[in-house]
């Protein structure tokens, strides 16, 4: 397959400025794709936006995957972070990248092109461990990220658990589970005075913290340390600890 044939032959595809062989193809008005080739020639850099475009912040995202391609093609990691990244107006701070088993681009038309493609998007360095499983990868992806999305906030990676004895709330499970920020802070606000209770954490390096309530005190958990925490100071930990 000749990957720039295919994809300037995209029904409306037009050269990207500035960066070369690049196209970019609307497939309705909600939608606009934009595809790179890699180094080699041999894979295919897309960003796929819904709503509202901007061609030079695309542009950078794909000539910096291109750039740095060789740190995710063909290493077989679902989900990938490509630091380094920045653009004037945007706190995008990384490129993030997803495999074929996760984008799913392409995947129905045409399954050879799609086994090709590497999902380009604008990241942040919180948010990718680059350690996430296929299905880790998928959920968030899918369904946290909003990889579409040129003006998203920043979704930092947070795997939590929990329990709490008196809102009778808990997660499932004994595994932590990815959740937004906001859980995590609003469990860590509910857990004064819930004796029994306690709420469990991880970051993207893998790092854990435990925070568990008497009833009359908080206690933090985190490297084999445990110390009172005050309820500003726990939030403060738990943001500072996702970045």
Do not use: C
């Not at 995209?10 to 939608?31: E, H, I, K, Q, T």
């Amino acid at each position: 397959m000749n990957l720039g044939s295919v994809l300037s032959a995209m029904p409306g595809a037009a050269p990207v400025s500035g960066l070369d062989y690049a196209w970019r193809w609307s497939p309705n008005p909600m939608f606009t794709f934009t595809a790179a080739l890699s180094t080699e020639s041999g894979h295919n850099l897309q960003v796929n936006v819904r709503g509202r475009y901007d061609e030079v912040l695309v542009a950078a995202l794909l000539a910096h995957a291109r750039a740095h391609d060789g740190t995710f093609v063909g290493q077989g990691r679902p989900l990938m972070a490509v630091g380094g990244f920045h653009h004037d107006g945007t706190d995008f701070d990384t490129v993030g990248v997803a495999a074929p088993e996760v984008h799913g681009y392409h995947a129905t038309e045409n399954p050879e092109l799609s086994a090709v493609t590497y999902a380009v998007f604008p990241a942040y360095a919180s948010e990718i461990s680059g350690r996430e499983n296929e299905e880790e990868a998928w959920g968030r992806f899918r369904k946290m990220l909003q990889p579409n999305k040129l003006d998203r906030a920043e979704m930092p990676f947070v795997k939590m658990r929990y329990d709490n004895t008196r809102t009778q709330s808990m997660s499932k499970g004994d595994a932590r589970g990815f959740a937004p920020l906001d859980t995590l802070v609003r469990e860590l606000e509910l857990l004064d005075g819930a004796p029994g209770s306690f709420v469990e954490w991880e970051n993207r390096h893998g790092a854990v913290w435990r925070v568990d309530s008497t009833g009359d005190a908080l206690e933090l958990t985190h490297d084999a340390s445990r110390e009172p925490v005050v309820p500003d100071r726990l939030l403060a930990v738990a943001r500072t600890s996702v970045q």
